[in-house]
C-alpha cells in the first residue's frame, strides 16, 4: 500500500474518530436544556474544542487523560441504552438483561478507546454548525447540521441526531459524510451474530467498532 493510501486511510478514520469522539464529549449538562438544540451543541462543540486546542499537545502526550474527560462527559450527552438497543437491533429482545447491559459497557468503552485519539490526531481548519438548519417533525427528535472542514479544505457534512429524554437532549447517532454510523454498527452486530452463530456472549466479547474506509471516502445517503 503506498504512502498516497495509507494517508487518505488516515485522514477517513480520523474523521470518524474525531466526529464520534466530539459526539461523546459534548457536555450538554442540565443548565443548557433551557435553550434549543442547536444552540446547545455550537455553545458546548465551541467551548469544548477551546478545551481541547488549548492542551492538544498535553493530550497528544498523554492519551489517557482526554479519554477520561471524554469518559466523564458521557453520562449528560449519550443514551446508550437506547444506543444499543438500536445497534442490536431485533437482537435485543432475545438477549438476556445482563447481556443488554454488558454489551453498552462494552460499547461505550470500545467506542472510547478507539475514537478518542480522533480528537487529537485529526487535522481540521474549522467546525461550522450551519445557520440553515432543517425544520423539526417531533418535539422530541432534532438534527443539528454541521460541517468540518480538513485542513486539505475537503469539507465534510455532519449530522447530530438528538433526542429528548426526561427533558435532556442526548445525542443518539452521527452521521458523517452522509454515512449513518448507527445502522452501519447495526449491520455490523448482525454480521457478527451470522458469523458466531448467534452466540451473544461471543459477538459481545469480540466487538469493535469499525466503519469502511472507502465507504466513508465515496460518502452515503443518510
Known sequence: MNSVKINRMSIARGLVAFC????????????????GPVEVVRNNINAFMTKLEERESY????IDELK?????????????????ASVMGSYFRNATPEQRSRFVDVFRQTLIDTY???LV??????????????ERRYDDQASVE?????NDGDVYPVSYTLRLSDGEWRVVNVIVNGINLGLTFRNQFDQAMRDNSRDYDAVIKGWSP?????????????
Not at 487535522?123 to 438548519?133: A, F, K, T
Not at 454541521?146 to 480538513?150: D, F, N, R
Open 20 to 35: 464520534a469522539a466530539l459526539m461523546l464529549s459534548l457536555p450538554l449538562t442540565l443548565q443548557a436544556q433551557e435553550k
Open 146 to 150: 454541521m460541517e468540518v472542514v480538513a
Open 116 to 118: 478518542t485519539k480522533g
Open 59 to 62: 493530550y497528544q502526550e498523554n
Open 210 to 222: 469499525d466503519v469502511g474506509v472507502e465507504e466513508l471516502e465515496e460518502g452515503g445517503n443518510a
Open 68 to 84: 477520561k474527560e471524554v469518559d466523564k462527559s458521557l453520562e449528560s450527552v449519550a443514551d446508550f441504552r437506547y444506543i444499543g
Open 121 to 134: 490526531t485529526f487535522d481540521y481548519d474549522e467546525i461550522r454548525v450551519l445557520e440553515n438548519q432543517s
